[in-house]
């Protein structure tokens, strides 16, 4: 398991504790890093996730409610909803990251921390918004 995967499993977990318990994203990162302790070599990428997400969240949910044609994101459960907003930052704002890359490794943790059916559903949100995006479509946040 590579170093970039390990630290989208550790912003994911933070993201879903920050779903309990709102409040600084910065210092809930440090509360779980001092409680875990992750490897060194992780943390900056997953802090810059977790920091990114919540700074994005409106326009994230934005394009993760218009793929999702028939859940609500506030029905999707936590740990998929939270997948999807790593996964979709990744795709919308670290150009250095394959579009590809983002899904499949979001399909793996859907796959690890969610339902049976979670992997499906993460790849197809993540499908759609890939392809409205290649296509250029207006998407919140986007610099494409």
């Given at each position: 398991?590579?170093?970039?995967h390990r630290a989208r499993e550790l912003a994911v977990q933070v993201l879903f504790h920050l779903e309990y318990n709102p409040g600084d994203p910065?210092?809930?990162f440090d509360l779980l890093c001092s409680c875990f302790s992750p490897p060194e070599e992780i943390r900056v990428f997953?802090?810059?996730?977790v920091l990114g997400v919540c700074e994005n969240k409106r326009n994230l949910d934005?394009?993760?409610?218009?793929a999702s044609k028939h859940w609500r994101i506030e029905r999707m459960s936590?740990?998929?909803?939270?997948i999807l907003r790593v996964a979709v930052f990744?795709?919308?704002?670290?150009?250095d990251i394959p579009p590809k890359v983002s899904i499949d490794e979001a399909v793996i943790l859907g796959k690890k921390y969610g339902t049976d059916e979670s992997g499906a559903f993460v790849n197809?949100?993540?499908d759609h918004i890939y392809n409205e995006l290649h296509l250029k479509v207006d998407v919140p946040?986007?610099?494409?």
């Amino acid at each position: 398991m590579g170093k970039r995967h390990r630290a989208r499993e550790l912003a994911v977990q933070v993201l879903f504790h920050l779903e309990y318990n709102p409040g600084d994203p910065g210092e809930s990162f440090d509360l779980l890093c001092s409680c875990f302790s992750p490897p060194e070599e992780i943390r900056v990428f997953s802090k810059d996730l977790v920091l990114g997400v919540c700074e994005n969240k409106r326009n994230l949910d934005e394009l993760i409610r218009r793929a999702s044609k028939h859940w609500r994101i506030e029905r999707m459960s936590r740990v998929d909803r939270n997948i999807l907003r790593v996964a979709v930052f990744e795709v919308l704002y670290m150009g250095d990251i394959p579009p590809k890359v983002s899904i499949d490794e979001a399909v793996i943790l859907g796959k690890k921390y969610g339902t049976d059916e979670s992997g499906a559903f993460v790849n197809g949100i993540l499908d759609h918004i890939y392809n409205e995006l290649h296509l250029k479509v207006d998407v919140p946040g986007s610099e494409h």
